[in-house]
C-alpha cells in the first residue's frame, strides 16, 4: 500500500492548530498526545495504521463547523470518522491530518411515527436507532453485522447494507435527510421528511461518499413498522452450481425472501467445528428467510420447498419456531468468528450478477490453489455480494502480500463478469489502486469533479476512494 | 432537430455544440420552449440485456417505456415503481421512454412501500455536455465502488447529461391485489386513516384518498392467501367505519390505473402542480393552496392539484416541509422547479457547471 509523506510544513502548525482548536472547543474534546490518540490510528482493516496529528470529538453541529473552517484556513486535511469499524482503511488518518470524531454526538433529535421517521444525530449507532424505535413495534432496516459498534455516520460515509438489504434496500434507500458541515465550514440541510429530494438530489452523492463530501452531523431516517415474524429454511446441496440455480428460481418464482444466505464446504465445515450448529456435510448450502404471519410464511416456505425439491436438495430443514430458527441461524452468525478461530482472514466484498455465482466460485476454488491459501465463501446470495474470506497467517513473511494480491485478482474477475469491487464495505484505502480497473479516466474523472465543487482544496479524506495518482495535482495544490 | 442512433453520434453532437440544445426522450412532453433546438433519444432504442432470474435489465435509453413493459410481463415481471402518466394534460401522443422515465424520477402510487425510480436504477452511462462518455453504477444490485452519480442522474431532467444507456432493477408482478375503500371521510380523518395503515405490519403498498368523492384507498399487494388475510385485519382495524368495502383484483387494478393517469383530475386551463410533503401536513398546506381538485397519493406525501393559472402555490409549502413542482403551466412568471436556499444552490450549479461547462443542456430549467 503506497501511503504518501506527510506534509511537514503541515505537522509544523500543530501548535498554532491546537491553540486556535481550544477557543472553540472544551479541552476535553482536543486528544493531542500519542497515547490518547493510539485508538485512533486505524479503523477494522488493522493491517495499517497511522498515528494522526490530533483528535477531535466535537459536541455540537457549531462546533464541526469552526473546526472545519480553522482546518479550512490552515490547510490542514481532515478525517471524518463514526466509531472506525470500516473494513476499508476509509477511516485511517495521516500524519498530517486532524481526526474528526462525531462519537460524542450521540443523541435522538425527534421521533415521528406518524411520518414514519426518526432524526438522530450521527454518532449514534446503527443499533441505537432500532433501539429508540423498537418499543413501538418499528425498525431501522439497514444491519450491518457490525450494527453493535458502527455510528450512523460511518454507514451514510459508506452506504453500509446488511443481511436484510435484498428486501429493505442498503442505507441510501432509507435515508430522507442530512445536516452537512463542508470544509469551509457551511451548514447546509439536505432533504428532510418529505419522500422525494428537491431538484438534483444531492443526498444520494452525499450517501456512499467515504467522508470526503462533508461532514454528516444529522440524519433523517426512515423507519419500518416491524413484520408480524420471520422463519429461515436451510437447503443443502450437492454443488455450488445447484444451489446458485435455487437462488435464482426462488426469484424468479416471484417470492421475496428478506434474506438469502449462501455458505461453502469450506465455510460450512470450519463454522461447524466452532458453533456445533450441526449443520448437513454438504458442498453448499442456503439459509432464506422469510417474513409476514405464520400462515404467510408458510405459504411461501410451502412454495420455496416445491423449488428446492425439484434440485435434489442433500437437506432441507424448515424452522417451526425461534428455537429452531436461532438454530439455523447460529452456523452462519458465528462464520466471521469461526474464521478467525483458525487464522487471520481477509474479508473481501465485492458483487456478482446472481448468475454468475457458480463460475466465480469454480474460478475462486482454482485460484486458491495456485496462491497456496485456503478461502471460504460466505455471503449475500440474494443480491450477489461476495463475502470471500481469504485465510493466511500475519505472521508468515510475504504472506500478507500473497494474500492481498489473491484478493485484487478475485475483485478483478468480479468487475469482469459484470459486477463490482465493492457492494457495501467502500473502497476507502484498501481498493483504491484497483478502480482504474472498473472505470475509465473519464469516469473518475466525473466523481473528482463533484468533490471538486464540495471541498475545491482537497482537505476532506483525500487519500481515499481513487488512484493516488489521479488525485495528487488537486491534493498537492493546498498542501502548504 | 438531432436524431443521434449511436453513443458515438451523442459524443460528436455534444463537443462540437456551441448553442443550447433541449433533450427529449419520447417527447410525451417537451417541455422546451418553442424555437429550441431539441436532441431526441427515440432513436436509441432497444433492451440489451435482461435477466429475469436476477431481476436485472439493460437497456438504451431511448426504448419505450411500453417495449419496456412488454418485455417484463412476459416474465411475469414489472417496474415496481409504476410511473404516473400524465401526457393527456398536455395533450402529447407518443410513449415515455425508460431514459425519460428515470431523468424524471418519475414513481407511482407504489413508492410508499417499494421507493422511487431512483431505488431501481443500478447503472448509466451517459454523455457529459463537453461530450465525454461516463459510466456509473453498474448491473448489480449492491454497490458503493466510488461515488453514487446513478442516484443524482435520476432526476437531473436532461441538465446534467444525456443518458445513452440504462440498467434498473425489476420486481416479481404481485400475484394479485386488493383495495379497501372507506367512504365519507374528510380530509383530515382520510389522512388519519393512512396514517393507521402505515402503522401496521400488513405492508400497505397504495394509500390515496379523493375528497370530492370522499373515498379513501388502501391497497395490499402479494400472494392470495397472504392478501386475503392482511385486508381481514386490515377491515378489523377500520371496523369503526361504517361505510367501507373491498374491491377485488381487477376493480383495484382499474382504481390504481386511474391514479396512475391522474383520471379524477379533469383536464382543463389551471396549472397542474404536484407537491411532495411531510404526510402529516398535508391537509393544512391543502387548506391553503386553494386547489380548484386534487387529491392525495403515498398516505398524505404527496398531493396532485390543479390551481388557477398564475398562483404560486409553494407559498404555503413552509421550509422543511416539502417542495413543489409545476408540471403545467401557461405563465412564464411561475418556474417549474421549487427554489431552494442560497448555499445549496451553489452546490447544484457547480455541479451543473462540472458536467456542462459549455452550459448546452437544457438551459431552460432551474433544476
Ligand atoms: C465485524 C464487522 C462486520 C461488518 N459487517 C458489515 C456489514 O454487514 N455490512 C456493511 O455494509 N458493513 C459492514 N462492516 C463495515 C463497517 O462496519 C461499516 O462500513 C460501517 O458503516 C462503518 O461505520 P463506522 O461508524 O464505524 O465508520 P468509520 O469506520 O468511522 O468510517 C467509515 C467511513 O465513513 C466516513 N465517515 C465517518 N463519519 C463520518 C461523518 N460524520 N461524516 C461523513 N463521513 C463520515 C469515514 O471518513 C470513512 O470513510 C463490518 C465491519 C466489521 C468490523
Ligand atoms: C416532477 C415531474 C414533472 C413532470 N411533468 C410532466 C409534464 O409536464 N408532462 C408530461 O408529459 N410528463 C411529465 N412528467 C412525466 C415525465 O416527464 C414522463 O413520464 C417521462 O419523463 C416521460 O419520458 P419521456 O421519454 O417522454 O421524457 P421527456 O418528456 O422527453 O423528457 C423528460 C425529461 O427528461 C429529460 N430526458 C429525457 N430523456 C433523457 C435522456 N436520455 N437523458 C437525459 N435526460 C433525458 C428531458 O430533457 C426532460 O427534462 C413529469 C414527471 C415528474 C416527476
Not at chain 2, 42 to 50: A, C, P
Not at chain 2, 111 to 121: H, Q, S
Request: aromatic fraction near 6%; hydrophobic fraction near 40%; glycine fraction near 8%.
Amino acid at each position: 500500500m503506497d501511503i504518501p509523506l506527510a506534509s511537514t510544513s503541515r505537522i509544523e502548525k500543530k501548535p498554532e492548530l491546537v491553540e486556535a482548536l481550544k477557543k472553540v472547543l472544551p479541552a476535553s474534546s482536543i486528544l493531542e498526545d500519542k497515547a490518547e490518540t493510539l485508538a485512533y490510528e486505524c479503523d477494522a482493516l488493522t493491517a495499517y495504521r497511522c498515528p494522526p496529528m490530533l483528535v477531535v470529538l466535537p459536541e455540537t453541529t457549531a462546533q464541526v463547523s469552526e473546526v472545519l473552517k480553522l482546518c479550512h484556513k490552515m490547510n490542514i486535511p481532515v478525517i471524518p470518522r463514526g466509531s472506525g469499524t470500516s473494513l476499508a482503511g476509509g477511516a485511517m488518518p495521516s500524519a498530517d491530518s486532524v481526526v474528526l470524531g462525531v462519537s460524542k454526538m450521540n443523541s435522538v433529535l425527534e421521533t415521528d411515527y406518524r411520518n414514519r421517521f426518526i432524526r438522530v444525530q450521527s454518532g449514534l449507532t446503527n443499533i441505537g436507532v432500532t433501539n429508540a424505535v423498537e418499543d413501538n413495534g418499528y425498525f431501522y432496516a439497514p444491519d450491518p453485522s457490525s450494527q453493535l459498534a458502527c455510528a450512523i455516520a460511518g454507514n451514510i460515509g459508506m452506504n453500509s447494507g446488511g443481511a436484510h438489504c435484498l428486501k429493505y434496500g442498503v442505507t441510501s434507500n432509507n435515508l430522507l435527510g442530512v445536516k452537512l458541515v463542508t470544509m469551509d465550514g457551511q451548514i447546509l440541510e439536505i432533504g428532510g421528511a418529505a419522500f422525494d429530494s428537491n431538484g438534483l438530489d444531492l443526498l444520494s452523492v452525499v450517501c456512499g461518499s467515504e467522508g470526503q463530501l462533508g461532514v454528516v452531523t444529522e440524519a433523517t431516517l426512515r423507519i419500518l413498522h416491524k413484520p408480524e415474524g420471520a422463519l429461515p429454511v436451510l437447503i443443502g446441496f450437492n454443488s455450488n452450481e445447484i444451489a446458485g440455480q435455487c437462488v435464482s428460481n426462488i426469484i424468479k418464482a416471484g417470492i421475496l425472501p428478506v434474506a438469502i444466505e449462501f455458505m461453502d464446504r469450506p465455510c460450512i465445515e470450519a463454522t461447524e467445528t466452532f458453533s456445533c450448529a450441526g449443520y448437513p456435510d454438504c458442498e453448499a448450502l442456503l439459509i432464506v428467510e422469510v417474513e409476514g404471519s405464520l400462515d404467510e410464511i408458510d405459504e411461501q416456505i410451502d412454495k420455496i420447498m416445491v423449488i428446492a425439491k425439484s434440485l435434489d436438495p442433500t437437506d432441507l430443514r424448515r424452522a417451526k419456531d425461534e428455537e429452531q430458527a436461532n438454530r439455523i441461524w447460529l452456523g452462519r452468525k458465528s462464520a466471521f468468528g469461526a474464521m478467525g478461530q483458525i487464522a487471520d482472514y481477509m474479508c473481501l466484498d465485492g458483487t456478482i450478477p446472481v448468475n454468475k455465482l457458480p463460475y466465480v466460485l469454480k474460478c475462486i476454488g482454482e485460484m486458491s490453489k495456485t496462491y497456496g491459501l485456503s478461502v471460504a465463501n460466505v455471503f449475500h446470495a440474494g443480491d450477489g455480494n461476495m463475502h470471500p474470506l481469504i485465510l493466511y497467517d500475519a505472521n508468515k513473511p510475504g504472506e500478507l502480500t500473497k494474500c492481498e494480491e489473491f484478493g485484487a485478482e478475485i475483485l478483478r474477475l468480479c468487475v469482469e463478469v459484470g459486477g463490482c469491487l465493492t457492494g457495501e464495505h467502500g473502497v476507502g484505502i484498501e481498493k483504491r489502486e484497483l478502480m482504474d480497473y472498473q472505470f475509465t479516466a473519464d469516469d473518475i474523472d466525473a466523481q473528482l469533479r463533484i468533490k471538486d465543487v464540495f471541498d475545491s482544496k482537497w482537505l476532506l479524506n483525500p487519500l481515499k476512494v481513487f488512484p493516488l495518482h489521479h488525485t495528487e495535482a488537486r491534493r498537492m495544490a493546498f498542501n502548504c | 432537430m438531432f436524431f443521434p442512433s449511436s453513443e458515438i453520434e451523442v459524443v460528436a453532437i455534444l463537443s462540437e455544440a456551441k448553442e443550447p440544445l433541449s433533450v427529449a426522450g419520447g417527447n410525451t412532453r417537451v417541455l422546451a420552449p418553442s424555437g429550441s433546438k431539441i436532441i431526441s433519444t427515440s432513436k436509441l432504442s432497444g433492451v440489451i440485456d435482461y435477466e429475469p432470474g436476477a431481476l436485472t435489465m439493460i437497456a438504451k435509453a431511448g426504448t419505450p417505456l411500453s417495449e419496456i413493459q412488454k418485455t417484463l410481463n412476459s416474465e411475469g415481471q414489472c417496474l415496481a415503481f409504476d410511473p404516473y402518466n400524465w401526457s393527456r394534460f398536455i395533450n402529447k401522443k407518443g410513449s415515455s421512454t425508460i431514459g425519460g422515465v428515470f431523468a424524471a424520477n418519475v414513481s407511482g402510487s407504489s413508492r410508499l412501500r417499494v421507493g422511487a425510480a431512483r431505488d431501481f436504477l443500478l447503472g448509466i452511462r451517459l454523455v457529459d455536455g463537453l461530450g465525454n462518455i461516463i459510466q456509473n453504477g453498474g448491473r448489480v444490485m449492491k454497490n458503493v465502488t466510488g461515488y453514487d452519480l446513478v442516484k443524482l442522474f435520476a432526476g437531473s431532467w436532461g441538465t446534467l447529461g444525456i443518458l445513452t444507456e440504462v440498467s434498473f432493477k425489476v420486481l416479481p408482478k404481485p400475484e394479485t391485489e386488493a383495495t379497501i375503500v372507506i367512504h365519507g371521510l374528510n380530509d383530515q380523518l382520510a389522512l388519519d386513516a393512512m396514517i393507521d395503515a402505515t402503522a401496521t405490519p400488513f405492508d400497505v403498498s397504495g394509500l390515496a384518498h379523493f375528497p370530492k368523492q370522499k373515498e379513501t384507498m388502501i391497497r395490499v399487494e402479494g400472494f392470495e392467501n397472504s392478501v386475503k388475510y392482511r385486508v381481514e385485519r386490515l377491515m378489523e382495524i377500520f371496523k369503526q367505519y361504517r361505510e367501507i368495502n373491498t374491491l377485488d383484483a381487477d376493480k383495484s387494478m382499474q382504481v390504481w390505473r386511474n391514479i396512475s393517469l391522474l383520471s379524477s383530475l379533469k383536464s382543463n386551463n389551471d396549472d397542474l402542480w404536484r407537491l411532495s410533503v411531510k404526510p402529516t401536513e398535508s391537509t393544512q398546506i391543502v387548506q391553503k393552496t386553494k386547489f380548484n381538485d386534487y387529491f392525495y397519493d403515498w398516505g398524505g406525501g404527496l398531493i396532485w392539484g390543479l390551481a388557477s393559472p398564475n398562483q404560486d402555490v409553494r407559498e404555503h409549502v413552509p421550509a422543511g416541509y416539502g417542495h413543489g413542482t409545476c408540471l403545467q403551466t401557461k405563465s412564464e412568471r411561475i418556474p417549474m422547479f421549487h427554489p431552494y436556499d442560497g448555499t445549496i444552490s451553489g452546490i447544484k450549479e457547480g455541479i451543473r457547471k462540472s458536467f456542462d461547462p459549455k452550459q448546452i443542456l437544457n438551459q431552460y430549467l432551474v433544476i
